[in-house]
């Protein structure tokens, strides 16, 4: 028979002890988290590629989140940011976010590209941490089951069904009689992202043109002369292209060498024939490319906010060129500090809770309340047509939003004054 | 298929390729002489071509014309640069010199991103979006006076090293270093004038690189590579294999975008490598080891 004695159940050891009192602290203090996190600021790390060939969207982005936590405490919002550059490399983004996280990150926006994107989500999954993504369009990162990270931004495939259906708009509106085009875009992440959704979406979108060929090319190729002679070769009515900044420009001059001169030159949804790198390097000959985005809403109080703090800080930048990523970063940012003040807590899962509820009105872009669906996505996100008058991106449709109407052919190269 | 689009992609990559090819050249030179793989070579072509922006930019100087003063500029810098610092790497092995110059090929490349941020920064000449129309065909003017201005550099270049007495000093220490240094040859002195030359070459190939691309830190690293690439393919310190791998290499890309596809051109390229590597691993011009 096993002999007991009084001790053993009466004594209290040092474990029992420690473990008592750890949760005595822990249960007796967590009330005060709550109240702590609502006086404190939520610690944001926003990684955007800021150097690389994907740094001048990234300084645009970046731009956008420097200004945000002014305007977002004139709301009622406390962030404190973090910015890191993740120098247009995957691999570097995955390593900044471990760092971001481990130095007191509570969220993290990011990435502009979808590489970068994917890659924070991954650690950010494993950290529990909750991630929103300010732009990415990669269908994937809402449809890999990530339960940290949400997406306010449209993926390619919705950008391309919006972009090709305003595409139909600006051809009836102008009452221009395209019959081919050719879809040339580049081969990164998010190119060839618009590469699937075309190929998915274009058959079955009962457009007025035949789509002649796709072409992929290197972002980072030197130049684009070669890509524009096959282009010349199908001498295609319309140029559907996806492109990032520097390519786009590269591409204008190597049209303009070759005199190819189509009808329109249209992005169903890309970046590029907006950003000021590309009205600075090409003057006249970046007007009159269109593009259709979701963009600003001027009406909205919230914009009229954020572009009065733009101004002053960015005096070498214009509002209506930036507002794209400017808006988006900001958004991102306001989804998250709107999370922390309604969760009033920095603990991961509940800031993530109350991210996937999400619901806001008042917003920068145009479009309907910020919400999330199962996946994580906000699936209302509209686009608008845009075209560069006078070297300023320029809405023309629809109609509601527009300041200007669509002009279709565009004028040839030698016209532009 | 139309013949005239096809001729134009094969004039685009020859024009494209002699550019490459002086490039190159630079790289050549001095790996052949030095025997010292510069692996910040590419970085130096930007510094050149950012140089060359700032000439357009603050004086108005076409590249065309800029490309003299800085060559010379860089022929100082390479002398200086050897006698200071690469020299003492000479004979040491190869990881030691791999790391001092990609050591500065990062310092320069975040310098230049401290300098003048991460945008590409455009040189608008004023005939850079012409091009000469002949027949069906369309050809950049820039490209064609960069490529001529290439020709005349590697023109000269070959002169130097055949003609002059110095030239002629350097190839005997290339050839025979020890033979070099019994009939009395500063070899010393002769190793900084190659390098000299070698980043005057690389200056130069800058300067005419502006006229199809813009100034971008991101593009150093591309270049090193591509010199890399023109080099093996053409023979290690060959300079007349040089040049061929850098038409080699300009055509085949643009042969390989136009009836393939535009992103695969670099896969192009690196078969070609590889090819080159198996049938013939001292490059098409290169002297068997």
Redesign the interface.
Known sequence: MKRETPSMHNRVNRRLFSAGLGAGLVAGTAPFNIVRAQGAALKIAVILP????L??AG?SCHRGALIAPKVLSDYGYKVELIHIDCE?NADVARTQAERAINDGAQAVVGAFDSASTLAIAQVCEQRKIPFVVNIGASPQLTEQGYKFLVRNFPTGGMLVTNGLKLIKDELAATKLDAKTAVFLHA?DNFGTAQRAAMDKIFPAAGMPFQLLES????P????????V??V??LNPDLLIVVTRA?DA?KMV?DM????FEPKGIISPGSPGLYDE?FY??LGP?ADYAMYNLPWANPKSQMTQALEAAFKPANPGFRFPVECFNVGFTFEALLVAATAFKKAGTTDGTELMKAVRATDIAEHVMIGPAIKFDDKGQNVGIPSAAVQNLHRTPTVTLPADVATATPTLPIPG?QKRT | MNLAIVLNVVIQGVLTGLMYGLMALGLSVIFGVVRVVNFAHGEFAVVAMYATYLLFVGLGLDPLISLVPIAIAFFAIGYVLQITLVHRFVGRSEHEQFILLVGLAIIIVNGLLMIFGPDARPTNLPYSLDSFAIGPLFIDTARVYAAVAALLVSAALFAFFRYTSTGTAIRACADNLTGAGVVGLNVKRLYAVTFGIGLACVGAAGALMVTIADASPSLAQSFTLLAFTIVIIGGLGSMTGALIGGVLIGVSEAMASFFFAPSMKSMFSFALLVAVLVLRPQGLMGRRA
């Open positions: 800021r150097s690389g060939y740094a001048p300084q247009s081969n072409i992929a090319y290197d980072k190729a030197q130049d684009l002369s070669v890509e002679t096959k010349r070769a520097a420009i001059r303009v060498r070759q005199r790198e600075q390097a000959l190269w």
